[in-house]
């Protein structure tokens, strides 16, 4: 899967957890946090989404790292078998 | 019409789940009503056939007047009446009874485009798609699970969430809350390393989408907390305290833009951690949809507010009249500690208790916070 196939994915998954943005809104090297204004849940959502999709397994203790979709896609493209 | 919040005086009609002559079973959503809080589904209090429907779409009603009239096994049939059309205000309003926490639906209720399975309208809701023009290729025409894929997405609510109507709901029953209710305030620190080890192991041995969040055992503790101090899980209400049977923890959740609910987290004493989890999930990301249910908006027994993900480290919080406590959860961070005579460093959090003085004082309150912290402290019991 090309990195751009990834990040059109990552975007609407975004997109599903806020419905009010569009996938051309969101920034990719721009908190995710503050723009979308997403918390916790969200973002365990959002790994129980990306493992469904990608099959890909992102630990607590990294999540703290993934603070934009530059640095989600990334992460993705390097943990895809 | 039922009363969906403390302050809430009426509500408008937006969209009928069923139709004359159909079955339903007690806590089958029926319809969904457009409060200041937002559009609210609401849950039917009997089992029956549905008779008829005395409020068109688009009607305002205040709280008490008869929405529809559904006939029991064994009633006689009722005589339709005309339905009260759009802008003209509904019959009547008859005193409505305080409703009893609905069980979950048992049976899906048809969608426009006919039957449904539960399970097709599970997927269809988690997606956000509409079954309305889905071909069924189940039993009769019913619109099975894998008919989902046809789907498309379902058009936005017509005034789902009016912020600035929201925005003065919160207000009313804020100054209401701050006018009437004594509220005094307890604090303590517990130490969540133990709690967070606890959790980081279980989690371990789960798939991503099982697994669990610090904010589900928050939770948990304040409700297994509840059962052990009663007087903080229930209602004030005609100069007395009712305490409440069921532990139904209110989850003060921010919405997006701006805007907060507090809807009832059901049995979260009880339930299974992890159906709890995946019930809050279901919550919050309902809650942000403006698709709550009528009775998560009126169970609540106690609520707890948690701002630790905007790095605030105490949370005093304003009691959700009528209940007549709120626990808040400051941020965990790491903090000396002083454990067998060394500091060292520990995950900490501040936790917060508001009382309302009415209900009971200080020294309940306190018993209160000793019994969560305990049960933070010991996760595997959880």
Excluded at chain 2, 37 to 50: F, H, L, P, Y
Excluded at chain 2, 93 to 98: M, R
Aim: with cysteine.
């Amino acid at each position: 899967m090309t990195t751009e196939a990834i990040t059109q994915q990552l975007l609407e998954l975004l997109v599903e957890l806020a419905p009010e943005f569009e996938t051309s809104e969101i920034a990719h090297d721009e908190d995710l946090r503050e723009q979308l204004d997403i918390d916790s849940m969200d973002f365990h959502q959002l790994a129980a989404r990306i493992y469904e999709v990608f099959e890909v397994d992102i630990p607590e203790a990294e999540r703290v790292e993934l603070t934009t979709v530059e640095r989600c896609v990334a992460y993705i493209g390097a943990h895809r078998t | 019409m039922p009363s969906l919040g403390a302050d809430m005086e009426r509500g408008t009609l937006v969209e009928w789940m069923v139709e004359p002559g159909q079955q339903v079973t007690k806590g089958d959503l029926i319809a969904v009503i457009e409060t200041d809080k937002g559009a609210i589904e609401v849950e039917v209090w009997s089992t029956g056939t549905v008779e008829e429907l005395c409020v068109d779409v688009g009607v305002e009603a205040e709280i008490g007047a008869v929405l529809a009239r559904i006939r029991e096994p064994g009633d006689p049939p009722v005589e339709a009446t005309a339905p009260v059309p759009a802008a003209t205000p509904a019959a009547t309003p008859k005193p409505a009874s305080t409703p009893a926490p609905a069980a979950a639906p048992s049976v899906a209720p048809p969608t426009a485009a006919g039957r449904a399975s539960p399970w097709a309208r599970h997927l269809a809701s988690q997606r956000g798609v509409s079954l309305s023009g889905v071909a069924g290729t189940g039993p009769d025409g019913a619109i099975v699970g894998a008919d989902v894929p046809q789907a498309k997405a379902a058009p936005a609510r017509a005034k789902g969430s009016d912020l600035d109507a929201m925005r003065r709901a919160v207000a009313r029953a804020m100054a209401k809350s701050k006018r009437e209710i004594p509220h005094y305030y307890l604090s303590t620190e517990v130490d969540m390393t133990p709690t967070l080890a606890w959790l980081s192991r279980t989690n371990a041995a789960l798939p991503p989408p099982e697994r669990l969040l610090p904010a589900l055992l928050l939770i948990r503790a304040a409700a297994k907390a509840a059962r052990e101090v009663p007087q903080l899980n229930g209602f004030w209400r005609d100069d007395q305290l009712e305490m409440a049977d069921a532990v139904h923890i209110g989850v003060a959740v921010a919405l997006r833009g701006g805007g907060l609910v507090a809807p009832a987290l059901h049995d979260a004493d009880s339930k299974p951690l992890p159906a709890l989890m995946a019930a809050l999930s279901d919550l919050v990301r309902r809650a942000r949809r403006g698709r709550l249910r009528g009775s998560e908006m009126t169970d609540a027994t106690l609520t707890t507010t948690s701002m630790g993900d905007r790095g605030v480290e105490r949370v005093d919080g304003v009691i959700y009249p009528p209940q007549v406590a709120i626990v808040g959860f400051g941020r965990i961070t790491e903090r000396p500690w002083v454990v067998d005579g060394a500091v060292v460093p520990r995950q900490g959090m501040t936790v917060s208790l508001a009382g309302d003085h009415r209900a009971h004082d200080g020294h309940l309150g306190a018993r209160y916070l000793t019994a969560l912290c305990e049960h933070l402290s010991h996760p595997e019991a959880l």
